[in-house]
C-alpha cells in the first residue's frame, strides 16, 4: 500500500521534537522555513550523474528513493562543468607523493596530545541538533555552531592572526566551512569531512542525529585541526604548503558543497596538491563480530592511486591498527568533487566498507555505537597526513619537466 507524505508526516509528527536548542533561543520548531521544499512530491526536476557519462532528470523524491537503494551520484545541475577546464589541460601533471613518512620526530609528540574527549564532546552536541539536513533550519544552526568551534580552536591556539575560518556559502542555507592554515605557498593540502546529516525516508521530518555519517569524519578532523594548530611552526605559517580543513554542506544531497568548492578552485586555478576524505570513522562492531582484525578502511576505486600508497605508508607509520583494501563505488564521498576537478583526492573510511555502520540516514545513527578508540586512530592518521604533507617540497618532488598551469 503506498502511504502519501502527508499522511506518513501526521503519523512522524511526534518525532520532531528532541533537537538542540541554543541558549537563550525560544524553542519554536521551524520544519519548514520559508521557501524551503514542503513534505509533498516536488515537480522540480535535478540533474543527476550516475556513473561518468550516465545522466538522468529526476525529482527530489526520486534522489531519496535512490540513495534508499545504494545509488550514489553527483547533482550536478548546478556545475555541470565541473573538471571542464582541467580536463582540456595539456600540461596537466602525475601526482607525486613522499616515499615514506620522514616527520616523525615533530609527529608523534603531536600524536599524544589528540583527545578522545574533545571529539566525544564535540559530537555530543553535533548529534544534538533534530537533523543536519542542509535545507532545514537545523542544518544552518549546526553549521553555525561549528564554525564557532573552529573559531574558537583557531583562538586558543592564539592563532588568529595566520589561521582563519570562513563560511563558504551556499544558496539552501547550510553553508560550508573552509579553515586556513596559509603556508609558504600557495600549493593546498585539503582534509575533508561533511557536516550534513539526512534521514531518507523523510528528510525534513525525522531526525538524522547522523553520528558516525559523518558527525564522527566532523570532529575527527577538527581534532587533528586543534593539535595541528599546537605546532608552533604550523600557526606561524613557517610550514612549506597551505593547509585547509573543509566540512562540506549537502553531501548527501549529490555531493553539492564539494561541488560548489572545488568548481570555484578549478575556475581559479588554485593547485591543489592533494585532497583527504574522510566519512565516517567510529563503527566497528560489524568487523569485530566478523572476526577481522579493527583496521582503517582504504578506498582504492575511483581515488588518486599514489596519494592512496601515500596513505598507506602514513597508517604504517602511526596508526596501531592496520589498514585494508576497499571500494565505495562512483560519487560515494566528497573527495570525488576533487577528483572530477582534476586534483589528486583519496578517501578513508572506518572499516571495509561491507562492514561499515548499518545505522546510517535514520534515527539510529547515534554515538551509542560508536568507538572513540578508533575514532582516535583516524585523527592519528589525519594529523600525521597533514604534517607531513604540510613540509613537503612538492616541486622537488615533480621535477622541473612539470607545469602547474591548466
Known amino acids: 500500500m503506498k502511504v502519501s507524505n502527508a499522511s506518513l508526516l501526521a503519523l512522524l509528527l511526534p518525532a520532531v521534537s528532541g533537537r538542540f536548542v541554543e541558549p537563550g533561543e525560544a524553542d519554536r520548531a521551524m520544519l519548514y522555513p520559508d521557501g524551503l521544499p514542503q513534505p509533498s512530491e516536488s515537480s522540480e526536476k535535478y540533474h543527476i550523474e550516475l556513473s561518468p557519462g550516465e545522466t538522468r532528470w529526476v525529482t527530489e523524491d526520486e534522489k531519496w528513493e535512490l540513495r534508499r537503494n545504494g545509488k550514489r551520484f553527483f547533482d550536478i545541475t548546478d556545475h555541470p562543468e565541473l573538471g571542464a577546464l582541467r580536463s582540456r589541460s595539456a600540461s596537466k601533471k602525475k601526482s607525486v607523493f613522499p ?28 548529534t544534538s541538533f533534530h537533523t543536519r539536513y542542509y535545507k532545514s533550519s537545523y542544518g544552518r544552526q549546526s553549521s553555525e555552531w561549528l564554525l564557532s568551534q573552529v573559531r574558537d580552536t583557531i583562538k586558543q591556539a592564539g592563532a588568529e592572526k595566520h589561521v582563519h575560518a570562513e563560511h563558504f556559502e551556499h544558496s539552501w542555507g547550510q553553508h560550508s566551512i573552509i579553515a586556513t592554515i596559509p603556508g609558504k605557498t600557495n600549493a593546498t593540502v585539503v582534509i575533508g569531512a561533511h557536516q550534513d546529516s539526512i534521514n531518507l525516508w523523510l528528510p525534513s521530518v525525522l531526525a538524522a542525529p547522523g553520528a558516525d555519517d559523518d558527525g564522527s569524519g566532523t570532529v575527527t578532523i577538527l581534532e587533528a585541526f586543534r593539535v595541528l594548530l599546537q605546532s608552533e611552526a ?17 553531501e548527501e544531497g549529490g555531493l553539492l558543497g ?7 578552485y578549478e575556475k581559479e586555478g588554485r593547485d591543489v596538491k592533494a585532497m583527504l576524505q574522510q566519512d565516517m570513522t567510529g563503527f566497528v562492531t560489524r568487523t569485530l563480530d566478523a572476526g577481522k582484525p579493527e ?4 578506498i ?22 592496520p589498514y585494508v583494501e576497499t571500494k565505495c563505488g562512483y ?7 576533487a577528483s572530477k576537478a582534476g586534483y589528486a583526492s583519496a578517501f578513508v573510511i572506518e572499516s571495509a566498507f561491507e562492514l561499515s555502520d548499518n545505522h546510517i540516514h535514520s534515527t539510529e545513527d547515534l554515538i551509542k555505537y560508536l568507538s572513540f578508540d578508533h575514532m582516535l586512530q583516524h ?12 613540509f613537503t617540497d612538492f616541486a622537488a618532488l615533480e621535477g622541473p619537466e612539470h607545469s602547474d598551469s591548466l
Open 379 to 390: 585523527a592519528r592518521m589525519t594529523l600525521a597526513f597533514g604534517y607531513e604533507l604540510a
Open 234 to 250: 604550523i600557526a606561524s605559517g613557517n610550514h612549506e604548503n597551505t593547509i585547509e580543513f573543509h566540512w562540506y554542506s549537502a
Open 258 to 264: 564539494s561541488q560548489a568548492i572545488f568548481s570555484a
Open 99 to 126: 616515499a615514506k613518512p620522514k616527520l616523525q620526530k615533530e609527529v608523534n609528540p603531536l600524536l599524544a596530545n589528540l583527545s578522545k574527549t574533545e571529539m566525544k564532546d564535540h559530537l555530543t552536541t553535533f
Open 300 to 321: 582504492v576505486d575511483f581515488v588518486d592511486p599514489n596519494l592512496t600508497e601515500f596513505i598507506k605508508v602514513v597508517i604504517d607509520e602511526y596508526c596501531d591498527i
Open 295 to 298: 583496521s582503517v578502511g582504504v
Open 331 to 337: 560519487a560515494c564521498s566528497d573527495h570525488a568533487s
